[in-house]
């Protein structure tokens, strides 16, 4: 197993399952799926997919917890209590811990990741919370993860600095590491207008530089790919997470139906992306994305690499 390599990650959960599984995802929240049989089967197929990819190319995995709503702020929309989020997040951990296990015994090494979204809407920074709220709000959720032994905590389409130094503070207090995502909008900036390096600079200044990398998800490569040249604080991105589409956010929202792009050319942008980026770690997919976007950035990223050394 190369561990020089980056590890690979799955595509857009939610999208998959509503799109391709045709699933009804109230609040688009996957976790509820933990809670019976068929959903749990469901999952497990879907992350199989993606951990064969890792096997293949020789890489390791970072495995998400569906859990990018199971914040207990989502709890009326969902149908569920708070208390029942506790549960499901806890169980969510086991889980992956469980389907880890099968492809670790097959060489795969898997990193447990928990998953943590954004408080509000990932694309609209409504009801803006302060670094203290965000923080007391996102604790509860970090703190199911650590009780039930997680490898670290993602925080992903995260499009405010405030909510991101807040779920910076309470990993930390919870001693997880964690990551920072940030979603972007066609102009490669922050919804809020705010440069990408500007908004990795403050919160690193706010926590010590506690997170152990950065990541952008949920954008097409198209959106961002020229504000990575020659930037220096492209050596705090460690991760890449891009949708399938070019379309907007808003666009997105609004559309019934789902594009895929071109699985092959998302593979050779992000090809072409990481020429400029040495500190890569994780590269997977996010909205409209699967296993074949995955696997064409696997053949045009990591078995490049493999022949380039």
Excluded at 5 to 34: I, K, N, Y
Excluded at 286 to 292: A, E, K, L, S, V
Aim: hydrophobic share 40%; net charge negative.
């Amino acid at each position: 197993m190369a561990t020089d390599r980056p590890f690979l990650t799955d595509g857009g959960l939610e999208t998959t399952l509503v799109f391709l599984e045709g699933m009804d995802l109230p609040a688009f929240a996957s976790f509820p799926l933990l809670g019976d049989e068929d959903g749990r089967a469901a999952l497990k197929t879907y992350f199989g997919k993606f951990l064969q990819l890792a096997k293949d190319n020789e890489t390791g995995f970072v495995l998400d917890t569906p859990t990018w709503r199971a914040s207990h702020g989502w709890a009326a929309d969902t149908g569920h209590t708070p208390q029942d989020i506790d549960r499901l997040n806890i169980r969510a951990v086991d889980f992956a811990r469980d389907i880890a296990s099968d492809w670790m015994a097959q060489g795969v090494p898997v990193v447990i990741n928990g998953v943590v979204g954004p408080a509000g809407d990932g694309y609209v920074p409504d009801n803006a919370m302060t670094i203290t709220e965000a923080r007391d709000y996102h604790a509860r959720q970090i703190a199911c993860f650590a009780s039930a032994g997680a490898d670290m905590v993602s925080a992903v389409t995260i499009n405010y600095v405030e909510e991101a130094i807040g779920i910076t503070r309470a990993a930390m207090a919870a001693e997880l590491p964690v990551v920072v995502s940030f979603t972007v909008e066609t102009d490669g900036k922050l919804p809020t207008g705010q440069s990408v390096g500007d908004a990795i600079a403050e919160v690193d200044a706010a926590t010590d530089g506690a997170p152990i990398y950065y990541m952008i998800n949920c954008a097409h490569p198209d959106h961002f790919a020229d504000i990575l040249e020659g930037a220096a604080w492209t050596s705090r991105l460690g991760g890449l997470r891009c949708n399938a589409s070019r379309m907007s956010h808003e666009e997105l929202d609004n559309s019934d139906e789902l594009d895929d792009g071109d699985p092959q050319e998302f593979g050779q942008l992000h090809a072409a992306m990481l020429q400029g980026l040495t500190d890569i770690r994780v590269l997977g997919g996010c909205c409209g994305t699967d296993h074949r976007h995955v696997g064409a950035v696997g053949k045009c990223c990591v078995e490049g690499q493999a022949h380039a050394a």
